[in-house]
Structures are given as structure tokens and as C-alpha cells.
């Protein structure tokens, strides 16, 4: 860069990186996020053809992460070419209209970035829909509970096993309880392929009664009813916690069960694509005419 075009960008560039109170320490002296903060804005302020951008997102804070998101964002905007490396999932399909996934330094997939990061959870997630103990000394747990069965499945009445979006999910837990008068009840935190949590919910959430109740030693079994037309679809994972009088965790499996949710129903219009969103539910709408004509004509 001449002269002119360092200074007329100077000012910018330190702004973006956040550094002004620190320009009189030498970069040597800087933190790795200083210098990664630094190096993004110099690079992304020199309106380079291409911009190769390697993990940047992996320091910084979420305002920071969210000021490169918007540079990369103008930069492919211009016309300009933004090859991102990274594997923050949510990053990579906001920003990219394409992907390669590279593993193990070999070209795995490359295409549509939604079909592509599908594949890429769909080989690092293998679907476990049901879990099972019959024997409570092999069961995993403690002295205080032991997991006998873990499934998700299709609700009731339905004509088949496929777990798509416009069926009803149930979330069936069997466990021992081995502790005389305890007051147990299961905690499901759901994921979605992006590792956000989609929700969180317990048993005891409708059960007020619950709170003070004394359970004698034996088996039970929870199921919490997860509606229809609810989830989005693609790969999702249930961690499990075990919760003894309503706060104290005994017992904690994050990845219970794996499960895909599939989307077979059909659409109107011309888009087949993954719908955006954690959750998709089929919501309610009114269309009505309120007046008729061009307001011109009146």
C-alpha cells in the first residue's frame, strides 16, 4: 500500500481491531486474540481479491465474532472472493454459499453449504433411538439410580417408525430408583446440529406435586410428549441429567440419544431447501381482504 492509502485506512483499521489504547505496545508484546484482531482488520481493510480467513472466529468476543461476520459479509458483497476456514457450523452457513469439508487433508464433499454441513453432522452423530439395561447391574448410573431404557420414538397410532416433522415424538426414560423416600425426576436438554440448545424441560415442569413427593425404591418410567410439526429437520442429541429434589444433578449422559428428524412432507411453491430456524412449527395464520381497490381510486 502507498502511503496515502495507509493513512487514509489507518484510522479505520485500528478502530475495527479495538486497539487504540495500545498502539504504542509493540505487536510482539500483543495476546494471540490482539494479533488475530489486527492481522483480520489490516487484511480485511487492504480490499484484497481474495480474503483467506483461518479460524478467526475462535477468539474474541461475540460482539468482535459478529464484526467480522458483517466485514466478510461486504467483502463477498463487492464481489469479492471470502475463503473461510473454520469449524464454527452456524458461521459457515450464514456467510457461505458453498463448502468444502476437508478430512483428514482429503476432499470428503463439496456443494451447497446445507446439503454439505448435513453430511458432515451425519457422519460425526450415529443415530441411537433406543438404549437399554435389562440387567441393573450392568446399568449405567449409581447408587442412587440406575438407567434401565432410553428410546425416542413416534407417538402413538402412528403407521410408521421414521421420525420426520409432522409426526409426535415421545422421549421414553426407565430408571431404578435405589434410594428409599428420594424424590427424583429426569431433565431432557435437546441439541440441534449447530450444538444450540433447542429447549429444556423436565418432568417435574407440570407436576407441582411432585416437588415434595417421596418415592419408595423400584422401577420407573418418565415419557415427555414432544408435539407435532415442533422440531426442524436434520440431527439432533437429548442429554439426560437425573436431578434429586428438584436441583442437585445425581446423574448426567449428554448424549442419551441421537436422532435425525427427516422433513417427507410435501411443499408448495418452488423451494425444497432446509428452512432456516432452531425449532419449525406449523403456525396459524388468518389472510383477509380489508379493502378492496387501489387507494388512488378513492
Request: aromatic share 10%.
Amino acid at each position: 500500500m502507498k502511503r496515502a492509502e495507509i493513512d487514509k485506512k489507518f484510522k479505520e483499521i485500528v478502530q475495527f481491531a479495538e486497539v487504540e489504547k495500545f498502539l504504542d505496545t509493540p505487536v510482539k508484546r500483543y495476546s494471540s486474540g490482539m494479533y488475530v484482531r489486527l492481522a483480520f482488520s489490516v487484511a480485511a481493510h487492504l480490499e484484497p481479491e481474495i480474503l483467506l480467513v483461518d479460524e478467526v472466529l475462535a477468539v474474541g468476543d461475540a460482539a468482535f465474532q459478529k464484526k467480522c461476520l458483517g466485514k466478510m459479509g461486504d467483502v463477498a458483497s463487492q464481489g469479492r472472493t471470502v475463503l473461510f476456514v473454520s469449524h464454527n457450523m452456524i458461521a459457515v452457513q450464514n456467510l457461505c454459499e458453498r463448502v468444502f469439508w476437508i478430512n483428514s487433508g482429503k476432499l470428503e464433499k463439496e456443494g451447497p453449504t446445507s446439503e454439505v454441513v448435513s453430511s458432515y453432522f451425519s457422519s460425526t452423530y450415529n443415530s441411537q433411538t433406543l438404549k437399554q439395561w435389562p440387567d441393573i447391574k450392568t446399568a449405567p448410573g449409581n447408587d442412587s439410580v440406575k438407567i434401565s431404557k432410553m428410546q425416542i420414538r413416534p407417538g402413538k397410532n402412528q403407521n410408521s417408525d421414521l421420525i420426520s416433522m409432522d409426526v409426535p415424538l415421545e422421549v421414553e426414560i426407565d430408571y431404578w430408583n435405589l434410594v428409599p423416600d428420594a424424590n427424583i425426576h429426569i431433565c431432557l436438554h435437546l441439541y440441534n446440529e449447530q450444538q444450540i440448545v433447542v429447549f429444556s424441560t423436565a418432568s417435574i415442569d407440570n407436576e407441582k406435586s411432585a416437588i415434595n413427593r417421596k418415592m419408595a425404591p423400584g422401577l420407573y418410567r418418565s415419557i415427555c410428549h414432544i408435539p407435532a410439526n415442533f422440531l426442524n429437520e436434520g440431527f439432533h442429541r437429548i442429554s439426560l441429567l437425573v436431578l434429586r429434589n428438584t436441583s442437585k444433578i445425581i446423574y448426567k449422559d449428554d448424549s442419551a440419544l441421537v436422532f435425525e428428524v427427516l422433513d417427507l412432507g410435501s411443499r408448495p411453491g418452488s423451494w425444497y431447501g432446509k428452512e432456516p430456524g432452531i425449532v419449525r412449527p406449523f403456525l396459524s395464520w388468518n389472510n383477509m381482504l380489508l379493502d378492496q381497490g387501489f387507494p388512488f381510486d378513492k
